[in-house]
C-alpha cells in the first residue's frame, strides 16, 4: 500500500516534499518489477537534478534502470546506506529515499497521490 504522505510518478518513483527539500525514491511495484537490488549508482552532492530526467541508476540481478527526477534543483544528500546495502530497497522502498534534492521547480500537476497511484498500478 502506498504511503499518503507522498506524491507518486507514473515511472514508479515517489516524493516526499518538506518545505524546499523533495526526498525521492523507488516505490514498492518498481522494486518488485526490479527483482533483487544489487547496485545502486548514486548521484552526488551537489549535482543537478531535471525533472523528468535520469539521476540515479537502480541495478538488479534482472535488469538495470534508471530513476526519473520529480524535480529540478541540487541535490543536497544522498542516501549512503544504500551504497553498501542496495537490498534496502527490495526490503522496504517507502522507508529507504534515494536523494535529497533542494529543488526549484515542481510540477504537482504531474504526480498522483497514494489513492491514484494505486489505481494507476491496478490498470497498469
Do not use: Q
Not at 44 to 59: H, L, P, Q
Not at 79 to 93: I, M, Q, S, V
Amino acid at each position: 500500500m502506498a504511503p499518503n504522505d507522498r506524491k507518486y510518478t507514473r515511472d514508479h518513483e515517489w516524493v516526499m516534499v518538506e518545505g524546499s527539500i523533495a526526498k525521492m525514491g523507488i516505490t514498492v511495484h518498481a522494486a518488485e518489477a526490479l527483482g533483487d537490488i544489487v547496485y545502486v549508482e548514486l548521484p552526488a552532492v551537489g549535482d543537478e537534478t531535471v525533472m523528468g530526467e535520469s539521476y540515479c541508476v537502480v541495478e538488479s540481478v534482472k535488469a538495470s534502470s534508471s530513476v526519473y527526477s520529480a524535480v529540478t534543483g541540487k541535490v543536497v544528500e544522498v542516501n549512503e546506506e544504500l551504497d553498501g546495502a542496495p537490498e534496502k530497497l527490495n526490503e522496504d522502498a517507502f522507508a529507504n529515499f534515494i536523494a535529497a534534492v533542494e529543488f526549484t521547480e515542481i510540477n504537482e500537476d504531474e504526480l498522483m497521490n497514494a489513492d491514484e497511484y494505486e489505481k494507476f498500478c491496478a490498470e497498469e
